[in-house]
């Protein structure tokens, strides 16, 4: 299946553009937009500490979809750097600029310095929700089981 193309209003510096990283990427890269917005080249995110971070970017993500922004897998495997809120969800109507939430679970001092590819983003549709309210909902194999219930 051919994926879509649509294309979005940004406002963001040349260097602050997220990018596919290859041509089969799903997920835009997020890099830190530090020099725009804070004094200095680098932050440091401390052990059990968590940070904001900059991205430089404001968009205007088209009408029935939404921006998911996730971590990115080698900074968890590499370093245990990964979003507070392990993925953020970003509106259309959002017209502010972008920033990540960067959460160390490593024993060491993380620097995030002007550029580093800190996130991922990718843009969903989504449906909406009119509720229907009923008084028992139909029958499944698998019923009322939860955790664990399929034995898998």
């Not at 900074?75 to 502010?96: E, H, K, M, P, W």
């Not at 993380?110 to 590819?117: A, I, M």
Request: aromatic residues 8%; charged residues 20%; proline residues 6%.
């Amino acid at each position: 299946m051919e994926s879509q193309t649509v294309v979005v209003d940004i406002v963001s510096s040349p260097e602050s553009l997220p990018q596919y990283a290859t041509p089969g990427s799903a997920a835009l890269d997020l890099k830190a937009c530090l020099d725009r917005y804070i004094h200095g080249d680098a932050i440091a995110i401390y052990p059990g500490r968590t940070e904001e971070v900059p991205l430089g970017i404001a968009v205007s993500l088209p009408s029935g979809t939404c921006g998911l922004v996730l971590p990115r897998s080698g900074l968890a495997s590499r370093y245990g750097i990964t979003l507070a809120n392990s993925v953020g969800l970003v509106d259309i109507d959002f017209r502010g600029l972008w920033k990540a939430y960067l959460h160390n679970q490593s024993a060491n001092t993380y620097w995030v310095k002007n550029g580093d590819r800190i996130a991922q983003l990718l843009v969903v549709p989504f449906l909406r929700v009119e509720w229907n309210p009923v008084e028992q909902l139909d029958e499944t194999e698998r019923g009322e089981g939860g955790f664990g219930s399929t034995g898998r």
